[in-house]
């Protein structure tokens, strides 16, 4: 299989413990993404990569957010002292660099479920 | 800032009946429109795209028009099959291409 995997994909965990996801774009893809859905709504944007550089962050990811992609391919998203607000699936999605409207794969996501 | 209104959902259809899911949208200039759908226990797949105004997106049956002059990308499918009950998400790429979605729409389709 090529596509994004994205590991675990369940995690639960007590209030105030930090967790660690992981995701492995697809092999050529130079771009990869960071979202959060909550029940009922649409993903939203965390954080973007462009090889292993982090470009660009929303004002959703708070201190308590670390994302990093050491080498430019699998991407690791922390959440330190976790809160039950941070309960939702995150996803990672990886496409190819250039312009225009490239299509974002996505992973199947890891459920947080903070207690 | 940019935004994507769609449709509230849930849809429920029977069979072969028509089918439309309305997105607007809210943007600077004129950038590229997705159809995400969500399958049950399934990851976000690209369903169809437009790059540009008067553009036509199409696949599996649906359809989608992007209209610059009332800045919506309604998704159209003439006739719907059990097997397209999923989520559907309107979304248009940002600055850094990140994905802006729509709150998604859930159809269900009955037999």
């Known amino acids: 299989d090529t596509g994004v995997s994205q590991n675990p994909r369940h995690k639960i965990t007590k209030r105030g413990q930090n967790v660690t996801f992981r995701c492995d774009p697809i092999s050529e893809h130079n771009r990869l993404y960071w979202y959060r859905q909550t029940l009922g709504q649409g993903p939203e944007f965390l954080t973007y990569f462009q090889n292993e550089a982090q470009l660009e962050k929303s004002r959703l990811l708070s201190d308590r957010f670390s994302a990093e992609r050491p080498k430019g391919s699998f991407s690791t998203l922390e959440i330190q002292r976790t809160e039950q607000g941070d309960s939702a699936m995150y996803l990672c999605?990886?496409?190819?660099?250039?312009?225009?409207?490239?299509?974002?794969?996505f992973g199947p996501g890891t459920r947080l479920t903070v207690l | 800032g940019n935004s994507v209104t769609q449709m509230e959902g849930p849809v429920t259809l029977s069979e072969e009946a028509f089918l439309t899911i309305n997105c607007t949208y809210t943007?600077?200039?004129?950038?590229?429109l997705f159809w995400y759908v969500q399958y049950p226990g399934e990851g976000l797949q690209l369903l169809l795209k437009?790059?540009?105004?008067?553009d036509k997106g199409s696949n599996k049956g649906f359809e989608a028009t992007y209209r610059k002059e009332t800045t919506s990308f309604h998704l159209e499918k003439g006739s719907v099959q059990v097997s397209d009950s999923a989520v559907y998400f309107c979304a248009f790429p940002g600055s850094a291409r990140q994905l802006t979605f729509g709150s998604g729409t859930q159809l269900t389709v009955l037999p």
């Open positions: 999605a990886s496409s190819l660099g250039g312009q225009g409207g490239n299509e974002q794969f």
């Open positions: 437009a790059t540009k105004a008067d």
């Open positions: 943007a600077t200039g004129y950038p590229s």
